[in-house]
């Protein structure tokens, strides 16, 4: 609960539309709407610098925050970092990669006799090391928010105290997928007419589990022959799986959608189940909380955040193993029983509503700020 407003500084080593980008803005949009001062810096020119325009966050300009090793440029952010705080009198340094984390520490500016004490979001489990440099860092961290069970168990692990240790699971943007998207717009783009229809949004890149995906919903064509699957993104590892699609004799069911981001919620509408295989670059797995928003059933394997954002058996289903016939059974269970499907997919809204808003992990967040700022001050 809010004692007050504060100004809060992100800082964000990200260039690009993923990770951390929609996360960050999602947070730092919630905490604008509870009355705080918010201010985002990351690098400049990029699609995370445009998309946080295009959602109204204010971002402070000057910072280079490219992760490597630069010492001129750590320099120059170091001395901005110190203006910013300054001019703005900012309360809480907020980080969300090591890079700026470090950056963070290294610059930190006093403010009423105290140096600003410093959150970090942990988006990845990858991202909470083990190295003793590492911990001397951590050790110097007022709060460790992280968004997913095993990314918390981790930061207990490398040694943050359990009272600095918060739980903030992913945000879900409910009023973009909020309205009846009309998905007929989508299934006539690729000609699935009334098919029964799965969807995945996730990058095509290695260890995304399109592989899997695939293998599963060619079992599924024994039993639901008309489904059609719909794989929507973008990455180095199209042309390998359009060739494995050619291979296992899929080329007319299965479509390659490309990149879609203006049109995500029309997308989703026109899917009568989600599919996940594997968390992505932010381990609390946005594409499943927007389908769980957009009110469809997810089948997701049971890794990272996903066993704690699919609720098994009401929301959607939980694959435990990686058999293809497990995929599949899963898939078939889903699209067998359309009322169900919808059951489950109008459960996810409502789950998605009550523990994935942004203003419930404004709230959080914010009890981690006070309890930074009511510590006794670092020398």
């Given amino acids: 609960m809010s004692t007050g407003a504060l100004s809060i500084l992100h800082l964000a080593t990200n260039r690009w539309w993923t990770g951390s980008a929609d996360p960050t803005i999602q947070l730092a949009r919630a905490q604008h709407a509870r009355g705080h001062h918010v201010l985002l810096a990351v690098p400049p020119g990029d699609r995370f610098e445009a998309k946080a325009r295009e959602a109204g966050v204010t971002l402070v300009d000057g910072f280079h925050l490219r992760a490597r090793l630069a010492p001129f440029e750590i320099a120059r952010d170091a001395r901005r970092l110190r203006a910013v705080a300054r001019e703005h009198r900012v309360d809480v340094l907020h980080t969300h990669h090591s890079h700026d984390h470090w950056l963070a520490l290294l610059a930190r500016p006093r403010s009423a006799g105290r140096r600003l004490p410093i959150a970090r979001t942990f988006h990845t489990l990858r991202a909470v090391k083990r190295d003793p440099v590492s911990r001397r860092l951590y050790a110097r961290t007022g709060a460790a928010l992280a968004v997913s069970r095993g990314i918390e168990a981790r930061c207990h692990d490398v040694g943050f105290a359990a009272a600095r240790v918060y739980w903030t699971p992913g945000m879900a943007d409910l009023p973009r997928f909020a309205a009846e998207a009309d998905g007929r717009t989508v299934r006539d783009e690729f000609a699935l007419g009334e098919a029964p229809v799965v969807v995945s949004v996730a990058r095509l890149a290695p260890g995304r589990g399109h592989e899997l995906l695939l293998a599963g919903f060619r079992a599924l064509l024994a039993d639901v022959p008309a489904a059609r699957l719909l794989l929507v993104g973008k990455g180095e590892t199209r042309e390998r799986l359009e060739r494995l699609v050619a291979v296992l004799g899929l080329a007319r069911q299965v479509t390659f959608a490309g990149y879609r981001d203006h049109d995500l919620p029309a997308v989703l509408a026109a899917a009568d189940c989600f599919a996940l295989m594997a968390p992505g670059s932010d381990d609390s797995c946005r594409a499943a909380l927007e389908a769980m928003a957009a009110a469809r059933p997810v089948v997701a394997r049971a ?37 169900r499907a919808r059951a489950m997919g109008a459960a996810g809204r409502r789950r998605a509503e009550k523990e994935f808003s942004p203003a419930r992990a404004v709230e959080t967040v914010e009890r981690a700020y006070h309890a930074m700022l009511h510590a006794r001050p670092e020398g």
């Fill in 303 to 339: 890794l990272g955040a996903l066993p704690e954002t699919i609720a098994h058996g009401e929301t959607g289903l939980l694959v435990e193993d990686d058999r293809p016939e497990a995929v599949a059974a899963a898939l078939r269970e889903v699209l067998a029983d359309r009322a």
